[in-house]
Nanobody, 129 residues
Framework: QVQVVESGGGLVQAGGSLTLSCTAS????????????MGWFRQAPGKEREGVSC????????YYADSVKGRFTISRDNAKNTLYLQMNSLRPEDTALYYC??????????????????WGQGTQVTVSS
């Protein structure tokens, strides 16, 4: 069973930075980390889960929500089975539980959470004003 574990969340002041990490393990049936596109999602209290960013299998393409473009950077290290999200210029509205997710499907919207196969438990990011 594939396991996905996030880390790196915390409390930061507005304008600050955080880097989230996500490691994945337990791949079977000959599949490996780089057979999966990886995404970051977030959910704030009382709001729907929203896509933050996604990176394709080899890292050749990246996608971002408009609200984080220019501030967040997604990357992956396939040798370490690890996904990253560098978050700069954080705002109070970035406060949320951040999830890492993996998907095999190569079609469909990157931000459709229904298309992701495996999810982590989330890491909390809190930005104070």
């Amino acid at each position: 069973q594939v396991q996905v574990v996030e880390s790196g969340g915390g409390l930061v002041q507005a304008g600050g930075s955080l880097t989230l990490s996500c490691t994945a393990s337990g791949f079977t049936s000959g599949l490996t980390f780089d057979d999966y596109a990886m995404g970051w999602f977030r959910q704030a209290p009382g709001k729907e889960r929203e896509g933050v960013s996604c990176i394709t299998w080899s890292g050749g393409s990246t996608y971002y929500a408009d609200s984080v473009k220019g501030r967040f950077t997604i990357s992956r290290d396939n040798a370490k089975n690890t996904l990253y999200l560098q978050m700069n210029s954080l705002r109070p509205e970035d406060t949320a539980l951040y999830y890492c997710a993996a998907r095999r499907l190569r079609i469909g919207s990157w931000s459709d959470f229904n298309l992701y196969n495996y999810w982590g438990q989330g890491t909390q990011v809190t930005v104070s004003s």
